[in-house]
């Protein structure tokens, strides 16, 4: 039987009637066909986001002389390794010296030893300033109208496991409840995404005893004037609010400790289950998170907008729950639209899921505090320039 006749030049039925893939499907494939590169296809595909002047040698100290194991190469075997499957030094090793037979260099010890110790002379400051320049902004033309283009920033929290060492042990104390020898260190990442490009902008990390809160506090100059916070319950507080609102950047958060507001105890109802709610400043205690200082030069009281969202679609265990928001004005931005705002929310653990899961991050591989963070920017560089590949496929 011959091939069905294409209803398009390169459009044939058989594929026409396959089911969209999902953003997940999509973002696996992707790394698929990266991890199939070799070191020099690795930095030809990721070389237009990473600037070459991160990764020249310096003037003195650490990887200042011209070896096999320089800067740059270096960064890319690392790079390499985090999107690896495998994810051992040894597999990298095999790769570089792949690299080094086809170009007829004089070929390195078949040993890890040399590529570890080039590994920790990277400082951590360049890998920071790498992951901000790897952050992919907001498009110029936002597909979300009803937030006159504003960018959204989604927060939230995970946690990773790593190789249970007396040092990484000390930094990231495993779970109370476990017998010594019987748990993993346990380590709390707070990160801000970009949520219409699903770039990761900035992250903290801490231990079993952080709160995302004050995570999210040490990620400040990540918002700018103008940005929109969106968060979950964990997030609802009238002191990080008010620190928002003085930085020009609105929140949209779920409720939380505090009781909703009715008909009675409302300032103005702007629709149903819609209205405009006076908090009063909360009173201060030693188990606060902020300073004495901080509590009083908050005001007395914020003027916050309260909406009840029904959920009416199956498969959702909450069938209702409160937003809050410093967005007033119901003509800009009606209730139904904040709503759908906030059900998009739960994009940011799909972003988390492509990390952990689709990346392999969920249990890390270093045995050393400073080697896990190296690690772990490097998850977030690779994910970022992923992610970047997939918008510029998305725009041709």
């Known amino acids: 039987m011959q091939n ?26 992707n790394l698929a066909e990266i ?20 990764l020249v040698p310096a003037g003195s100290g650490p990887l200042s002389r011209r070896r ?15 999107l690896d499957a495998d994810g051992g030094c040894q597999e990298v090793v095999r790769k570089v010296l792949a690299v080094a037979a086809l170009k007829n260099l004089t070929m390195p010890s078949y040993s890890t030893a040399a590529y570890c110790k080039a590994r920790q002379k990277i400082q951590q400051s360049t890998l ?12 110029t033309t936002s597909a979300t109208s009803c937030l006159q283009d504003r960018r959204v920033v989604v927060v939230d929290g995970t946690g990773l496991s790593m190789p249970d060492t007396p040092e990484n042990q000390e930094v990231w104390p495993q779970q109370i409840s476990q017998k010594p020898g019987c748990g993993f260190p346990q380590a709390r990442v707070c990160a801000c995404f970009c949520l219409q490009t699903g770039s990761l902008l900035s992250y903290k990390t801490g231990n079993k005893k952080s709160s995302e809160l004050p ?32 930085r020009g950047v609105d929140s949209v958060i779920t409720l939380a400790r505090r009781t909703p507001a009715t008909d009675e105890t409302a300032i103005k109802k702007l629709g149903d289950n819609d209205y405009l709610v006076i908090w009063k400043k909360p009173v201060w205690s030693k188990k606060s998170s902020y300073s004495k200082d901080d509590w009083q030069r908050l005001p007395d009281e914020l003027m916050l907008r309260q909406i009840k969202v029904e959920v009416k679609q199956s498969g959702f265990r909450t069938k209702s729950f409160y937003i809050t928001t410093t967005l007033l004005n119901s003509e800009h931005y009606p209730a139904e639209e904040i709503a759908k705002l906030y059900f998009q929310r739960w994009d940011v653990e799909l972003f988390f899921k492509d990390i952990k899961d689709t990346m392999k991050m969920d249990i890390l591989r270093c045995k050393t505090p400073s080697m896990v963070r190296k690690e772990i920017v490097m998850f977030f560089i690779a994910y970022n320039c992923i992610r970047q590949v997939i918008c510029a496929a998305a725009k041709l």
């Open 68 to 82: 096999f194991y320089s800067k740059e190469n270096t960064f890319w075997a690392f790079l390499s390794q985090v």
């Open 128 to 139: 920071d300033d790498i992951l901000a320049e790897t952050s992919l902004d907001m498009p």
């Open 215 to 246: 995570l999210l506090r040490q990620q400040a100059e990540t918002f700018r004037k103008g940005d929109i916070f969106l968060g979950d319950k964990g997030f609802c507080s009238f002191y990080d609010i008010n620190n928002f609102k003085l």
């Open 4 to 29: 069905p006749t294409p209803l398009f030049p390169g459009f044939h039925l058989p594929t026409l009637r396959k089911k969209p893939r999902s953003a997940q499907q999509i973002m696996a494939q």
């Open 35 to 54: 991890k199939q590169k070799s070191l020099s296809q690795l930095s030809l595909c990721f070389s237009g986001f990473i600037a070459n002047k991160h």
